[in-house]
């Protein structure tokens, strides 16, 4: 079974500090993705990789960056978080190939900033 | 712009009755579409999948149609139970990026004992 992660269920965070977000799998899989889920809004793509030290933005970068210094690690970082970030966020990889091409989530992070 | 579009938010069904849940997309490029479930507090599950060249797919209670002409697949679940009782989540992948999903905004079941 594929596991995925996240440093913490639940974050409550100040405007204006530094956030990490950390997540880790156990697959080997290539790709990477963060994501925030709102309501009405479905799941939006903050970034991905693809890759160790290889991401690429998503639909809603600003704000957020990332790195990716290990295969099986993939970090979502805000670097002064602000009240409009609150949300939570998923993150996630990809199997794919023989036909198959599904994404793997972590139970998702709770992000609260006051 | 959402590309990809459930227009209910939420649904309720009997149980042992069927669960249809509704996905439009409108970029005629995607080629790869997927389900996904999501509990409170949990990260989506991956449900089902159809790729384009198809036009069902079946696992068990749960089966996928799509119909690309009107760009709309639906979720049939039959019969219904109460475990069901979750957010679904469409997805759909275009051709030739490989990367990027694009998820539809959720419909949240609830199957009524």
């Known amino acids: 079974d594929v596991k995925v992660t996240q440093s913490s269920r639940y974050l409550v965070k100040r405007t204006g500090e530094k956030v990490f977000l950390e997540c880790v799998q156990d697959?080997?899989?290539?790709?990477m993705f963060w994501y925030r889920q709102d309501p009405g809004l479905g799941l939006r793509l903050i970034y991905f990789s693809y890759d160790v030290k290889m991401k690429e933005k998503g639909d809603i970068p600003e704000g957020y960056s990332v790195s990716r210094e290990k295969k099986e690690r993939f970090s979502l970082i805000l670097e002064s978080a602000s009240t409009n970030q609150t949300s939570m966020y998923l993150c996630a990889t990809r199997e794919w190939g023989r036909g198959t091409d599904t994404q793997y989530f972590g139970p998702g992070t709770r992000l609260t900033v006051l | 712009d959402q590309q990809v579009k459930q227009n209910s938010p939420s649904l309720s069904v009997q149980e042992g009755r069927i669960s249809i849940l509704n996905c439009d997309y409108t970029n005629s490029m995607f080629d790869y579409f997927l389900w996904y479930k999501k509990y409170p507090a949990e990260g989506p599950t991956f449900l089902i999948s159809?790729?384009?060249?198809?036009d069902k797919n079946e696992d068990g209670r749960f089966t996928v149609f799509l119909n690309k002409s009107a760009k709309h697949l639906s979720l049939h679940i039959v019969p219904s139970q109460p475990g069901d009782s979750a957010v679904y989540f469409c997805?759909?992948?275009?051709?030739?990026?490989?990367?990027?999903?694009?998820f539809g905004t959720g419909t949240s079941l609830t199957v009524i004992p």
């Open positions: 697959m080997d899989h290539e790709n």
């Open positions: 997805a759909a992948r275009p051709l030739g990026t490989g990367n990027q999903f694009y």
């Open positions: 159809i790729s384009s060249i198809k």
